[in-house]
Every structure is written in C-alpha cells, then in structure tokens.
C-alpha cells in the first residue's frame, strides 16, 4: 500500500506529521492531490483551543478545509473529470437524503461531513479521495492558490444571494478580514455601493484596493455614525463578518427601514443585547448564514470572468513542512497578512 | 358647525369626554360613524403611562384605533363607497409618496398618520373623516365589532405572509393574547399544525377553542421543552407574540433548521441576549413586524367566509360614556377578557 | 428465488401478467409489499399509444406509479422504516447529485428514475424495492388507497407552493379531472375562493362536493365570461390543468393584473397561440409545473389531519388480474369515475 | 399668462409646433424645463400609424416621455427640490390608491398618467408640471441626455430585478435594440455571462462595446443553435426584447430546465404558437414585464458611479424645431442609430 504525509493536530498547539496509507478512490471519486490550502481561522481555533463549541478535537485531526489540487486517479464511475484536472474542492459532503438536502440547503444536513470538523480530517495531506460532484474543474486561467480561495469566497457569494442582493443597493460590511474582504468582493459584483468598516488599518487599505466605496475604521472614530452620514437613510444590506458583540449590535442602527442584516460573523451565544424594538419598528430581516450551498460553480466563473480578485488575498505561502509555522503567523499577524496558504 | 361628542386621555389614567365639532370629508374622504371600537393593549398603555417608547402624549389625545362604522356622507370625487356603506377603517394612512410606500411597505412610511399614535386622535368619538381607500366595505354577514376586529387580525394575517407559510406547515406561538390568537387563527386558515403557549389558562382555553392542536402552559412545566416534544425536530415558523424577554428567547430553540422566527411582540430594547449562534447554525430568517400592510380586504374575505371566527373573540362590551370603564377592566381582566369593544 | 406477479404493458392495448423475480432489497432500500396504486392518464395513454412524447414503450413495461404498500423486508443500513410500517411511494428518485438535485429542484433532475416512465417499470406489481427516504410512514388514520393518491395530491400542493398562494386569495382552476380536483382541495387548504370549470358535470358536481365556491360548466355556457363575473377584476391565480388548448388560451384572460397562471395540464406542443400582450400588459407570471418536489410528507399530514378529503376521490377498485379492465374502465368513464384504483 | 412652445402629432405622420400656455406647478409639484428627449420607437409607432393597440391618438398629442429637465419653479409644499435642480423625469403617474399602487406594482395601476401615451401630453415641450417624487435629482456628473435614457435604461434594471437575476448568472439577450442594450447594461452589472443576438450587426458592435461576451448575428446562421453552444445546457435567464415571433417562440429552448424568460418585447397578440410542453418540462418562469417600478433611483446612481455607460448610446441629437426629423431618421436608420434625443 503507497503511502503519503499527513499533518496531524496531535493536541492544543502540538503539529505532527506522519505517514499514512494513501487512499483509494471509490465509486464516483476522485483521488486529489492536494497543491493549496489556505488557512482558515477555525483552523487556528481548533490549534488554539482543541475545540470550536460543541465540536471537540479527541484524537488527532488533520486540519484545513479550504483546498484545491490535481486529479490523479478516478473511481469508477466518474465521468465528469479525468486525470490531471484541476480541482476546487467543496469541503462539506452532505448525507443527500435528509428533508435539507432534498429542498437544497444541505448545508444544513445534519450528517454533513466536513473537512476538518471533528471527527473529520481536512486537507493538510498529500492526497484525499473525493465525490466528484464536490470537486469543481478549475478553468486553466485559475490557480490553485484560486482554487483553494473558493471556498471563503463562496461564504460571501452565498450571503449575497441569501440578501436578495439588486443591483447598485447600499451596502454596510461589518469587519474586513477574510470573510468581510470576500463578502466586499461579491458585493461589489453587484455594483453595490459599500462601505465597510475594521479596527485594523491594513485591512481597510486591502478593503480600498478590492472596491470599497468607503472605508471606516471603528478603532479611531464612531462607526455607526460615519456608516449613518455615508448612507444617509440606512444601508440596504448589513453584512456582520467580525463576529463581535459591538458589531453584532450595530447591525439594527445601520440597517435602513424594510432592510436586511446578514449574520456571517460567530459572536459568542448569549452575549448580545440585540435590540429587538429595532428589528420590529424598522421590519427587518436577521438572516443567519451557515456556510453556503449551490455556489461552488459560479464563484469560480467569477474569479475566471475577472469578476472577483482571489489573487490579491493571498499575501503568505508555506510548505506542508511548515503547517505549524503557518498557523501561528496567520494568527499573529493580522496586521499585515490577508490570507495565507499551505502549499503541499 | 355641527358637534359630537369626543373622548379624550387628558393626562395619565384620565378620561374626558368633551363636545367638538363634528369634521366634513374632504376630496376623496367619507364621513363615518363611528360603530365599534377594540381596546387595544397600546391604549392602555397609553392611558397608563402617557407615552410608548418615543411616542408621548403631549396634549389631550382620543384614544381607539380599532374600528368600524357607518358611512354617513361622502365627500367630493368618492366613487367606491355611498351614504349607507358599512366600512372597518384601516387606521394608519401613509404619505403615498416615499419609497417604502412606492414599494409596498407603507406600514414603514416614516410620515404615516395613524389613529390613536400621539399626536394623531383615534376613534373613541362619534365620527371620523376618512380617505375612500382606507375604509373597506363590510359585506352584510359581518357585523361592526368584527369590522373593529379586523384591525388585530390583520397583524396575524400579515405575518402568516411575511412568513411566507405553506399549507400544513409546523407553527409554534408564543404568547395567547388577542394578537396571539389572531395570528393563531390565521395560521389555521393555511392547515398549520399549530402549538401554542401562555401562562394564562383562561386565553389557552381560548386557543383550543379557536382550533390550536396544541396548548402549552408555561407557568406550569417546561414549555421549550413541551414544543420539542410536539415539533420533533422543531417548528417550521415561530410567531412571538407576547414580548417577553424569555419567549423572545426561547424563539431560536423552538424553530427547526431552516426554520423562521417572526418578532410581533415587542420586548423593551436592549434587554434579550439573544443566542446569535443558533441564528447562525440553523441559519434562521428573524423577521421583525411592524403592523401590517396591504391585508385589510383579504382579511375580511376570510371572516366573511367563515375561515376565521372574530366573534368569539368579543368577550365584553361598553359605551362611548364609558371608556375609562373598558380601559380599566381590560386592563385587569386577562383572565377573563380576550377583546373589549367601546360601542359608541 | 421467490417469484411474483407483474403486470406488464406488452404492446398498445395488450396487458400481461407474468411471473418475475421478486426483487432484494440493496443498501439503504425496503422491500415494499404493494397494496394499492392508482390509475393515472398517463397509463391510460401509454396503454393506448404506446409513447408520451419522447417517451417511448419500446419493451414490456410494467406501469402505475401512484403506489402505496407495506414493508416486508428492510435492507442494510435502513433506520428510519421497520417491517410492518406502511407507506406511500414518491415515485421518482432522481440522481441526487446534479445541480438540480443539490438546489433543492430534483424533479428537474436529468437522471431522474421515474415509475413507469419508459424504461424504468411502475407498481402494477406484487413488491418492489424502494430508497427508504422517498417511501413515506403513513399513520394509522390513512388507508392504503389515500396512500396512493399521495401522488396526484402532490401535484396539487406543489402547485400551490410555487404559485405562492396566501389565505384568501382568489383562484380559478380550468378542469375537474384528478388534478383538478386536487388542486381544488390544495388551495382550499389556503381558504382561497375557488371557482372551477369543466365539461363534464358528474366531476364539476365533485368538485362543489370537495369544496369548490363556484362551478362552471364550460360546455353551456361561456367560462370566460363567468370566471369574470365571479371574480370582478380578475383571479389572484389561474390553475389550468386541463390541457387543452382553449383553456390554456383563456388563462391570460381569467388572470388579474399583477396574477399568476401556472401551467399544470400539458397541451400539445406548439399549438397555442398565447396572448403575450396580456403577459406583458397585465405583468403576469406564468409558470411551468413539471411533477413536484418536497410535498410528499406535508400532503400526508394534510390527509391525516382532515384538511384534505381523498377517500371521496376513490371511485372504484380492481384486482392486480385486472389491471386492462381497469385502463378501459378509467378511459372511458370519465363522467363516472375519478379515480381508480388496483388493490395488488 | 406665460407662452411655450409645444410640438405635436396632429395626425399620422404630420408633427406641427404651437404656442400654448406655459403651465404653473401644483401643490407637491415643480415646473421643468426639458433640456433632453429621448425618442423611443413607441413615439415613431404613434408618428406612423396613429395608435398602438388599444391606445389611438384621437386628438394632437405631444409625443417623448423620456426625458430631463431643469427645476425653474417649485410650487407649494415641494420640499425635495429647489430652484436650479438638474432631474429625471418617471414618465408615468400612478394613482397612489389602488391596489396595485399600495402593494408596490404602481406600474399596473389602472389609472396611471403616462406621458406621451393618449391622451396624456408628453415631453417634445418647453416645461412641463411635475409631481417631485417623480422627478428625481441627476448628480452632477450626469448630462440631461443621460438623465433622458434613465426611462430605457430602468426597464433593463427592473428586468434584470424581476428575474432575480445573481452574481455571474448565464444570461442570453434576444435583439440588441435600446431595450436589449439596455437589458444588457444591467445584466452586466450582475457579472452576468451574457450572449445577445439581433439581426443588425451595427447594434451588435454596440452591444460587444457595452460588454456582451458573446454576440450571435440571427440573419447569419442558426442562433438557437448558437446560444446553445455558448451555454452549454442553456441561460438561467432569457431575456426577449426584439417583440417578433421567431425570438418569443425561440425562448423556450434557449433556456435551461428551471430557467427563466422575460418578456420585454411586444409581439402582436395571438401570433405566437408557444411550447407550453417546454414551459412545463423545464418547469419555466415565463415573466411579463410592463415598463417599471421603484428604480428610477438606482438606474441613476448606477450610470453615476460608472457601472452604466448611456453616453455611449446617444448617437444622434436635434432641436425642438427638428422633432418630425429626429422621428423619421429614427425610424429609418436603425442601423446607424441606437438613441436619438432631441433638445429643446
């Protein structure tokens, strides 16, 4: 039996690579080998803490969810890809059977595995078999780096979407890390006017460079108020990607009468004084998001139409050698880095 | 000129009723009689505190804008209503010229005139001027405090749409109170499966009677825990309608993935650490209501033809002298009163 | 190898009954002893034409796939049906795989396997196997003969969602046949006021009987002119499920400003000259209906809890030796029965 | 009383200049001098032949309802806009009262005041009256020509609204007229893959300069066969705006299973055999679309922020005195013209 390199979360801040067997693709996969994973912050959370909520690291896990890579073999029964395609890999393979897949929301399958959610390893690996209907043909003018950026991106397509999002509305993203940069470029696909606010100076300059309208740093100034003399009246859409009670909280104040807060950030439960006499006095509409479905395909056609810059957020590389150099400088270095990636 | 008799809230927890002129329809106006009028739990708040969050009564105010009467004159260019006509009035009459009206949502119209909403009087008077268009016809199966009671079922009505409810959805209230059983009984009208709880037997006794498949007492067990025992798996659409911090809090539990959450009741600001992580997991849709809009005529139909049973509802009735009176007892007689009517 | 008995279309107009394999239930399948199966046109015309369309009998074919039984034997890795449950048949598993599928619209689905739909075979037959996830728990208030006609139901309800029907809304139906009248029984689940047309009185006297509030005789008389005498301005939403050309014409004129037709009957390609200034003028939705998707369990709640009436719809039954008697029984009396059913 | 002059249709083909009073705004109203007219093919189709449909031009009639101006007088209550605004003019004014106008679809009102369409006066004038939310501010980076063609420009955007159009969605455009273009300008917005085809290979370098990714000559090969090709497995949208048979009939086949068809174009009434097989089996949304509603606004801060270019599309411009020659050289060039305006 061949055999491949692994690179193990053994326990809170410990990284270990190992050798393992190799898999073999069944029935209608493909076997991928891995060549780009960006490096997400639940990635650094679980390396952090060894837990995200309920989900509990108990044995070692290989992290990292956001991949693309090479077809190398195919199971049989494959006939959408071949070998030597490349692929974007869709991380979460829901059951295909519960009444949330058959109504076309299986992410919220209860069944769903997803890469690098205890018990299921990610993709910090040489290679992983998959469905060939979650592997997305990467058109040649994409890169792998691309490819793996699919992923965040698709979260912010995906809120988009979920938004109801018209052409040329007022839009109002809260944070601008990762999710917040995506959410922005997505927004922006809609010829949306954005305003966008951080605490941190370099992100906003990232912010300005992808398309913002209006950047608002919240460290030096009252966001709300600068958010409320740009959209004079409210914003259509508010999107919260920072994941914080302030920003949680604001969401009611920025949004306009009749408008719509999309809630893509995670604040802590319970901690959030939500003002419920706004969300009822201006009719609005809470919309939680719970990572995406159905948008794989077309936010590649985006970033191949030159729609969408996956390539701009990319600011840092390692090796699989260095999964654990990579975790911590992702984590310590959100002042001068977007995104980075581990390329096996 | 002539006069009529009007009675106002002179200050908090008094009532006066004083002689005024009697007002002449304007272009497109129709003068009504005033027939029935509902109590509603806004008016005795206003007659219990003088204020409703930044609405304050600042100078005499008639209260009452639950309503219905007779046509008893028409003014110039009326074409859809004649001297004779039995008519509910829809009590908010908006700018018809912002966007919110332009698009449909004239219940957020910023420069709405709504009956008995500091500074503009209600209906605890002997007639009323009215725009043709806000005064609906009722057909001759339908009597006045029905036509009065249109009013509180509109806001049921309307959220059943809002929520987008499908014929034999899961639906779970909160809250049994006249808006409560309203939205009870419209969601009845779709074949719902409803359950729904109060800590108040008397209103539970109601709900059964008025079609509930399920009663939930609060005050007495577990009632979260009552809901996921009935929804195995949780409620499609969740209707809060009693304002309480708990019941507001309870709303991310009792619906399903997937599922929505409707804010009718309103629970004072800034008070619910709402659980944002559950908005998220399940990926809600938290939909405020503010009123309603564009459902007054439909919701007629539905009395008329027997869908829906307004009558029950009337539990007790007074005159125009004694306005204070009916304030006073629907104020203190929850377990015994569902709607109270003034009958000028 | 137990052996079964099967019903087979051998050629145009000649049924046989022959002696097969009795099929094992695979993985994640149950074995379902059939009990009851509705009589659809679609078998009577494949019975008498040997082809829908492009669907063409080119082997023996065993037809019905409106199908209700019992299970007998569960497969590995079934948990959610036991040995004794009964159920009704969602008679298409679709390929769950296909963008279709994964947005929640597999009825769209290419690769959809389909009952009795060349050259997959149906339940005029003794078992068959079947996916757990589309055979539905039916409870204890509902017969095998309402299992079946889940099916035609389901179109109805189905019809009903994607119209976006809301409580009270004013709804034309154009024919009285099986579908019709489940349409009929579907929107009366909205409290819609519903006026129906047909030829044929004996199922117009039906549809008064399962709930109609206006029947119209389009032989006598002209529909049009009544549909727009009963509903003064136009219907919310037009069901033509007849498939005739006159009726499919008249729904641009039966619809109101603003209204909706939805397109259940299939007409003969090509052969309607549609009014579009009416499309265009009255800004109307028309929309296609092909099967449904995602109603099966809600229409059996519906059935269970007395909010549809399909017992009455039965109007009579043959034996699985009879299934040519009961093809030309149904053919050829349609003022006489609406549904027909085979009890295996 | 103040003079203007005012060019009119006195009857086919004969246009006549007169002095008639200058009128005086209203309450809510302001007083706009036209400085910009586009001609629209419905003004040429009154100019040849005295009527569209049902509406005939029975007595002198000002043509051109695309138009902008300059606020030279405000009358009472105007509170919006002052003396010296630069604006666009909404065309048509709803009655505010019906039920289409309080549910948000003012553009199907029954009683709307449309300019230019019999017998309401249009803007080939000097100043015109005009309620003030109809007449929206141009920012100052917009010409009063681009101020005119926000009127084409905003059935384009409502189209693409209508269809709920998303990001990178595959689009297929039928005729590349000021319609198709403009449809083509919005789906653009959306990032939309968008094929369009016309007969005209002038209009089609238009439409590949505004953006289109694919342009299809209809004159020169089979272009169902064309789109087909592009998109392989056909659009998620199909818009047609040329109004023939041959495009409406072909908008069945151009789009995918579960797509939609937009209908902008008029094709005469009962001329169109449509495949309603397809409609069902590909379970279609076919939309009627009459002119617009509520993005007037939007259209405007599009071309203000550069997401629309309608620079581009002005081709030709005359003076008042010249309407009769902006009329025929519009109708007699259309290929070397896309929009004509006339500036009084």
Chains 1, 2, 3, 4 share one sequence.
Do not use: W
Not at 115 to 134: I, L, Q, R, S
Not at 213 to 235: H, P, V
Request: charged share 25%; glycine share 10%.
């Amino acid at each position: 039996m061949d055999k491949m390199k692994a690179v193990y979360l053994e326990k809170v801040k410990e990284i270990k690579m190992k050798e393992i067997e190799k898999p073999t693709p069944g029935e209608g996969e493909v076997l991928v080998q891995i060549k780009s994973v960006g490096v997400c912050g639940s990635d650094i959370h679980y390396y952090n803490h060894g837990r995200i909520g309920d989900f509990i690291v108990e044995k070692p896990l290989i992290l990292g969810h956001e991949s693309a890579g090479k077809v190398v073999e195919v199971g049989p029964g494959v006939t959408s890809l071949k070998v030597g395609d490349r692929v974007a890999l869709e991380p979460g393979i829901p059951c295909r059977k519960c009444e949330h897949c058959k109504e076309g929301r299986y992410n919220l399958c209860p069944d769903i595995v997803f890469m690098a959610t205890p018990p299921v390893d990610g993709a910090f690996v040489e290679y992983v078999t998959f469905p060939e209907d979650f592997a997305f043909k990467l058109p040649d003018n994409m890169s792998y780096d691309e490819g793996a950026l699919i992923e965040p991106l698709s979260v912010g397509v995906y809120s988009t979407e979920r938004a109801g999002l018209k052409a040329g509305m007022k839009v109002a993203i809260l944070g601008a890390g990762p999710i917040g940069l995506a959410t922005l470029q997505a927004a922006k696909v809609y010829g949306a006017d954005v305003a966008i606010s951080d605490i941190n100076d370099f992100r906003l300059s990232y912010a300005e460079k992808l398309g913002a309208d209006k950047i608002i740093n919240a460290a030096t100034g009252d966001a709300l108020e600068k958010f409320n003399e740009y959209f004079n009246g409210g914003a259509d859409v508010v999107f919260e990607t920072a994941g914080t009670v302030p920003t949680t909280k604001m969401t009611t104040k920025v949004a306009k009468r009749g408008g719509k807060v999309v809630i893509i950030g995670l604040a802590p439960a319970d901690t959030i004084n939500y003002n419920f006499v706004d969300v009822s006095a201006k009719e609005l509409d809470v919309l939680g998001i719970f990572r995406y479905a159905n948008v794989y395909k077309r936010s590649i056609d985006l970033v191949s139409k030159g729609e969408i810059d996956l390539k701009s957020m990319v600011t840092h590389s390692f090796t699989l050698d260095q999964v654990q150099e990579a975790l911590e400088f992702a984590d310590k270095n959100k002042d001068k880095a977007i995104k980075v990636v581990v390329r096996p």
